[in-house]
C-alpha cells in the first residue's frame, strides 16, 4: 500500500512502509531519503524443466523410434523438426559407419527429422573445452545452418563433448534444445544426465559454463563396447562416489560385482550406470539444481580430482582423478576421526580391485614459492570460488553416509597424501608376507 497527496505527481507516491522507515531516521539521512527516493519492482516466476533419461541399445537402428519420437513435433501438420549434429571425433573412429547411419535413420524418419547437414566431427576428450576454436565452429555451424530455438542440437560423445556442446546450445540464440547421447561410463552415469554444461578457461576447470537441462538423455549401452578400458573404468568412480555418500547398500553391490566389472561384464555395468544416474537425477530434483547455495554432496573427491587433472594436464581422465581425489577424502575422513579404519580400507581397496591407482606423484608437488606448500592445497582456494560463498567440503562418516565441513586441516592433508603413497592393496600385502 502506498499514500499520495492528492494531486501530487506519482513519483510523490510513498510506500508505508518507507513513511515509517523515514520516521526512524535521523533527520541528516532523512534529507538524503528525500533527495534520493527508491523505487523498486519485485517479479518472482517459477519455469518448470522436465526431461527424460531413457536407455536402450541400438538408437540409430531404423526400427527403434525412440530419437524420432523424442524430436517428432506436436502440433499437427507441423514440418519436420531440424536437427544438427555434433560427433565425438574418437566415437566415430571407433563406429566408422556411425555418420551413414545418421543420415539413413534421419531419412527413415522423414517425417518427424531432417537432418540439416553430416555430423560435425571434433576432437573429444578435454581437448574439447580446452579449445574456444572448437567452441567457435560448433557456434559457426548453428549461424550457418539457420539452426534455431525449436531445432534440436544432438552431440554424440563422452563427457566433455557434451559439456562443450551443451555450453554452446545454451548460448546460441539464448538457448537451443539439447539433447544428449553420451557415449562413455561416466557420461551415461553422472555428467551427461545432468544440467551442466561447459569450458576450461584460465587454467581452471568448467570455468566457464551455465545451467541448461537437456531436452532429453539417451543411454545407448553398444556404445560402451568400443571403450579404452581406462573409459570402462573411469566412469565406475562416479557411482562409487554417489553411493559412498547416499546408499550404502549400492556400494555394497558395486563391490560384490567389483571382479565382474573389472573384467568388462555388460550386464553389471548397465545396472551400475542405471542406478548411479538415477540417484544423480534424484540429486539434482532434490531442492538445488542450479547450485545457487555452497553445498556440493556430489562432487565429493573432486576438490583435489579438479586440481590433479590440470596439474598432470590431463593426462588423467576425470574419473581417474576422481578415484584419487576419493582416495584421499576418506583417508582424511580417517585420520580426523570420522571414519573408520576398516571401511577406509574397504574403499582404498575396491578401488584398487576396480583398477583404479589411488596415488600419483603429482600429490606431493610443492610449490615453486618460499612456502613450498603442497601444490595440490591450491585446489581448496579454486574449489571454493567455484562454489561461492563458504568452502564446503563433503567427507565420510561411514559407508553411505556423508558429512559436509567448511575446513581442512593443513597438516592432517599433508598426513594423508603421505599415507597414500604408502598404502598397499590387501591383496599385495598378503602376497609378500
Known amino acids: 500500500m502506498a499514500i499520495r497527496a492528492f494531486g501530487a505527481p506519482a513519483s510523490a507516491c510513498v510506500p508505508v512502509h518507507r513513511q515509517k522507515l523515514c520516521r526512524h531516521l535521523n533527520p541528516e539521512k532523512r534529507h538524503l531519503h528525500k533527495l534520493f527516493p527508491m523505487r523498486s519492482i519485485s517479479q518472482e516466476f517459477k519455469v518448470p524443466f522436465t526431461y527424460s533419461v531413457f536407455f536402450t541399445e541400438g538408437v540409430f537402428n531404423k526400427e527403434n523410434t525412440l530419437l524420432?519420437?523424442?524430436?517428432?513435433?506436436?502440433?499437427s501438420g507441423a514440418a519436420p523438426a531440424k536437427v544438427f549434429y555434433v560427433l565425438d571425433e574418437?566415437?566415430?573412429?571407433?563406429?566408422?559407419?556411425?555418420?551413414?547411419?545418421?543420415?539413413?535413420?534421419?531419412?527413415?524418419?522423414?517425417?518427424?527429422?531432417?537432418?540439416?547437414?553430416?555430423?560435425?566431427?571434433?576432437?573429444?576428450?578435454?581437448?574439447?573445452?580446452?579449445?574456444?576454436?572448437?567452441?567457435?565452429r560448433v557456434l559457426e555451424a548453428i549461424n550457418q545452418l539457420?539452426?534455431?530455438?525449436?531445432?534440436?542440437?544432438?552431440?554424440?560423445?563422452?563427457?566433455?563433448?557434451?559439456?562443450?556442446?551443451?555450453?554452446?546450445?545454451?548460448?546460441?540464440?539464448?538457448?537451443?534444445?539439447?539433447?544428449?547421447?553420451?557415449?562413455?561410463?561416466?557420461?551415461?552415469n553422472d555428467s551427461g544426465v545432468g544440467v551442466k554444461n561447459s569450458m576450461n578457461a584460465f587454467g581452471k576447470k568448467n570455468f566457464l559454463g551455465t545451467f541448461a537441462p537437456p531436452y532429453g538423455v539417451i543411454n545407448d549401452s553398444r556404445f560402451l563396447l568400443t571403450l579404452e578400458d581406462r573409459d570402462w573404468r573411469s566412469g565406475i568412480a562416479e557411482a562409487v562416489k554417489v553411493a559412498l555418500i547416499k546408499d550404502a547398500a549400492f556400494y555394497e553391490r558395486i563391490k560384490q560385482d567389483a571382479a565382474k566389472l573389472a573384467a568388462r561384464e555388460m550386464?553389471?555395468?548397465?545396472?551400475?550406470?542405471f542406478r548411479c544416474a538415477e540417484m544423480h537425477v534424484e540429486h539434482i530434483g532434490g531442492g538445488d539444481p542450479f547450485e545457487f547455495g555452497s553445498s556440493r554432496p556430489l562432487d565429493f573427491g573432486h576438490w583435489a580430482a579438479h586440481k590433479l587433472e590440470q596439474m598432470t594436464n590431463y593426462r588423467l581422465r576425470h574419473g581417474e582423478a576422481v578415484a584419487i581425489g576419493i582416495a584421499l577424502d576418506v583417508t582424511y575422513s580417517k585420520l580426523a576421526g570420522m571414519l573408520s579404519e576398516c571401511e577406509c580400507n574397504s574403499i582404498l581397496n575396491l578401488l584398487c580391485d576396480l583398477g583404479f591407482t589411488i596415488y600419483v606423484p603429482e600429490l606431493s608437488q610443492r610449490m615453486d614459492n618460499p612456502a613450498k606448500k603442497l601444490h595440490i592445497l591450491q585446489g581448496l582456494q579454486e574449489f571454493r570460488e567455484h562454489l561461492g560463498g563458504q568452502l564446503t567440503i563433503m567427507l565420510l562418516q561411514k559407508i553411505g553416509v556423508g558429512v559436509e565441513v567448511h575446513h581442512l586441516d593443513e597438516a592432517l592433508l599433508i598426513e594423508t597424501v603421505n599415507q597414500l603413497q604408502q598404502w598397499r592393496p590387501a591383496r599385495v600385502l598378503a602376497a609378500t608376507t
Open 68 to 75: 524420432a519420437d523424442i524430436v517428432k513435433q506436436k502440433k
Open 90 to 136: 574418437g566415437v566415430a573412429k571407433a563406429h566408422p559407419g556411425l555418420a551413414f547411419q545418421i543420415a539413413s535413420y534421419s531419412a527413415h524418419h522423414a517425417d518427424s527429422m531432417t537432418a540439416l547437414a553430416a555430423p560435425l566431427i571434433i576432437p573429444g576428450g578435454e581437448e574439447a573445452k580446452n579449445d574456444p576454436a572448437l567452441l567457435n
Open 146 to 188: 539457420g539452426v534455431c530455438r525449436h531445432s534440436y542440437l544432438l552431440a554424440i560423445g563422452g563427457g566433455a563433448v557434451l559439456d562443450m556442446v551443451g555450453f554452446a546450445a545454451a548460448t546460441a540464440h539464448r538457448g537451443i534444445r539439447h539433447i544428449r547421447i553420451p557415449t562413455t561410463v561416466l557420461s551415461q
Open 267 to 273: 550386464e553389471p555395468m548397465q545396472d551400475l550406470i
